[in-house]
């Protein structure tokens, strides 16, 4: 079984695998490096916990990742949930990339998502810009984004209303736009608004502010805010106790004498403070 052999070959190297996440859990590391260092034979994966599997896995492409899913029922049960985790736009999918196909594979992928709606469960990350260089279109997003119920990071660069319409998840921690035509509106923000769980959020420093129910809206967890200026304003209308981090840019010296004041009142217990004032050609760094 190809997914026996990658184990195996994993295992040898346990310690360098579980190095950068050794101060998760120092005494959970050091038992089940244990576990596999003390046997004096080639092991296989039934001499691994599947918490070891898990670590592992993390570490895993998704070529290995495929090949471990048919390796076996235990393996596939395993693999399975870090081979969906994000399976659009994450560094490990580039490196299988095919140019040519590209359409091809984004939409048949949007198709085993939408008539497997277990698979679709396990995504939590999810871009419109697959594979660092194919935008889905609204076709594609019709078809996968009604299925991510459990979805938490969302990062959007095109058809924000689109999928602002149609994502069925309420437990989203992490949003970020990227459209650089694209003006917030009443629609975006009430699906916005209706993220409890939000954490963190970034705003596109092109976006323009027509949004009205922005300067109503609560977030009553958001920790960290990114966004240009008139965005930054809307936002901090109303009171966010829980935010810890801001970062906006601005064209205008008297912005942030505004801000300052901002964050005094509706910001408590921020820790934070980034405010920059910059030209309008340097906010594409931003």
């Not at 989203?172 to 699906?191: A, G, M």
């Amino acid at each position: 079984m190809p997914g026996e052999g990658l184990i195996a070959a994993l295992c040898l190297s346990v310690p360098v695998i579980l190095s950068p996440v050794a101060l998760v859990d120092s005494d959970l590391i050091m038992a089940l490096t244990d576990h596999v260092s003390e046997r004096h034979f080639s092991p296989t994966t039934n001499d691994l916990p599947n918490e070891l599997l898990d670590l592992i896995f993390r570490r895993c492409g998704r070529d290995a990742l495929t090949a471990c899913c048919l390796a076996n029922k235990n393996l596939h049960n395993l693999a399975v949930i870090h081979l969906y985790k994000a399976p659009f736009g994450d560094d490990d999918s580039r490196e299988s990339f095919d140019a040519e196909t590209g359409d091809t594979r984004s939409f048949a992928l949007c198709g085993v998502l939408a008539e497997n709606p277990h698979l679709a469960l396990l995504v939590r990350e999810f871009t419109t810009f697959a594979w660092g260089s194919h935008m889905l279109t609204s076709m594609e997003m019709g078809l996968v984004v009604p299925h991510l119920r459990n979805l938490t990071t969302a990062k959007l660069h095109r058809h924000i209303d689109t999928f602002a319409r149609l994502c069925p998840s309420t437990r989203l921690r992490n949003i970020y736009t990227f459209s650089f035509d694209y003006d917030i509106e009443n629609t975006f923000v009430d699906w916005l608004v209706s993220q409890k769980e939000l954490r963190n959020l970034d705003l596109c420093p092109y976006h323009t502010c027509t949004a009205t129910n922005l300067v109503r809206s609560k977030f009553p967890k958001l920790e960290r805010l990114r966004a240009y200026a008139g965005l930054a304003k809307a936002t901090l209308a109303s009171p966010i106790p829980t935010l810890r981090q801001f970062i906006t840019r601005t064209g205008s010296l008297s912005d942030v004498e505004e801000f300052a004041m901002l964050l005094r009142n509706q910001c408590p217990d921020i820790r934070l403070i980034d405010i920059g004032v910059v030209s309008s050609d340097n906010m594409v760094g931003f």
